[in-house]
T-cell receptor, first 112, second 114 residues
Framework: SQQGEEDPQALSIQEGENATMNCSYK?????LQWYRQNSGRGLVHLIL?????REKHSGRLRVTLDTSKKSSSLLITASRAADTASYFC????????????FGIGTKLQVIP | AAGVIQSPRHLIKEKRETATLKCYPI?????VYWYQQGPGQDPQFLIS???????DKGSIPDRFSAQQFSDYHSELNMSSLELGDSALYFC?????????????FGEGSRLTVL
């Protein structure tokens, strides 16, 4: 089944450093989304990139999408302790589907 | 504006019992999703509804059923509960107008089966 797989699964960095997380998927998509989840809380939508887009920015977030490689990356610049969370990519298949399928997630720890 | 409301937030049940989770989507959102998330796991898609009709089905056990009502709230019914059903259950809503986009999640209902 369609599923994003994040890489790495865990990442620990110092505050102020950049964090890069990668996501790969298997079939054609309509869009790819990134979400953040603080422990035991609901997921929060960060950014959506459509299949015809290559790069998107939102504040300290930069997302790239390479449909030829079926991969995406999320870059968080100038990380803060408050960025500590799990980050998931999620895909929506092309072809009129509504289902949003999540990958395994990257657990990011930002050390103050 | 109010977000997605889920109730109850915590639920403890015995094996073989039944549980019902409720979800109240954001006003004017026409699509509701249910996800199950075990400890340290990614959210697993269970089922979705678009305009009160089931739109997609994922890894939802036959013991579970769900529906969306005329006021757009949704309920997830779980019967013959098993220990493995212990998880966080999330509801998410979306105003799709036929186009898939970002989901807005509730804070989840934590089900513990003893």
């Amino acid at each position: 089944s369609q599923q994003g797989e994040e890489d790495p699964q865990a990442l620990s960095i110092q505050e102020g450093e950049n964090a890069t997380m990668n996501c790969s998927y298997k079939t054609s998509i309509n869009n790819l989304q990134w979400y953040r989840q603080n422990s035991g809380r609901g997921l929060v939508h960060l950014i959506l990139i459509r299949s015809n887009e290559r790069e998107k920015h939102s504040g300290r977030l930069r997302v790239t999408l390479d449909t030829s490689k079926k991969s995406s990356s999320l870059l968080i610049t100038a990380s803060r302790a408050a960025d500590t969370a799990s980050y998931f990519c999620a895909t929506v298949l092309s072809g009129g589907y509504q289902k949003v399928t999540f990958g395994i997630g990257t657990k990011l720890q930002v050390i103050p | 504006a109010a977000g997605v409301i889920q109730s109850p937030r915590h639920l403890i049940k015995e094996k073989r019992e039944t549980a019902t989770l409720k979800c109240y989507p954001i006003s004017r959102h026409d699509t509701v999703y249910w996800y199950q998330q075990g400890p340290g796991q990614d959210p697993q898609f269970l089922i979705s509804f678009y305009e009160k009709m089931q739109s997609d089905k994922g890894s939802i056990p036959d013991r579970f059923s769900a529906q969306q009502f005329s006021d757009y709230h949704s309920e997830l019914n779980m019967s013959s509960l098993e220990l493995g059903d212990s998880a966080l259950y999330f509801c998410a809503s979306h105003r799709s107008r036929g186009r898939p986009g970002e989901l807005f999640f509730g804070e989840g209902s934590r089900l513990t089966v003893l």
